[in-house]
């Protein structure tokens, strides 16, 4: 299961790489520039995603001090998981949780790539030196669709990500027909 994560981490590197080369072309302050409506601007949502990693590192970090005791994944993970996928992919607008809705006002996208590169190498070297075992074991709690092992994790990471890649999208193109 270690190899399987390897392959998914790296899938999701490279989108998360290949974001921020689509966001070089745009200065700081067009990535900073909200929405018409008031939302999120880019740099907001890419700080999002980086504050629900940020809180799974945190998390996974405790977890994994200790796994003896923690139960492993089974069929219902994965159905909660595949739902979750679903969810993310519906276009219903919804609140992201409070803990991941603070987002600065303004940052720079080359603070926001070292931000997200560091908690990224951080739980890459994490998952790294976990036992092969703890792949299949309740090591991540999402608020909505509850524990799931790190690859169920990684799926829903890739998920969030798309969803919020839409929105990157949506923002930038707002801002190209003004």
Known sequence: MKKEFLV?????????KALFQKLMQHSDDELNRKRADGGWSAIQ????????E?????????????????????FMHKVRTLLLKIF??????FKA???????????SLKETATQWQLIRATLLQLCIDLPEEAFEKELFRHPLAGRMNILQMLDFFDSHFERHLAQIDKVLAEK???
């Open 8 to 16: 998914h981490f790296q899938r999701l590197e490279t989108s998360r």
């Open 45 to 52: 949502v890419m700080q999002h995603l980086i504050q629900a």
């Open 54 to 74: 940020m809180g799974t590192l945190a998390y996974l970090q405790k977890k994994t001090k200790d796994i003896s005791g923690v139960e492993k994944s089974g």
């Open 88 to 93: 993310l992919k519906l276009p219903i607008k």
């Open 97 to 107: 949780p409070k803990m991941v809705a603070e987002v600065p006002d303004y940052a």
């Open 176 to 178: 190209k027909d003004k």
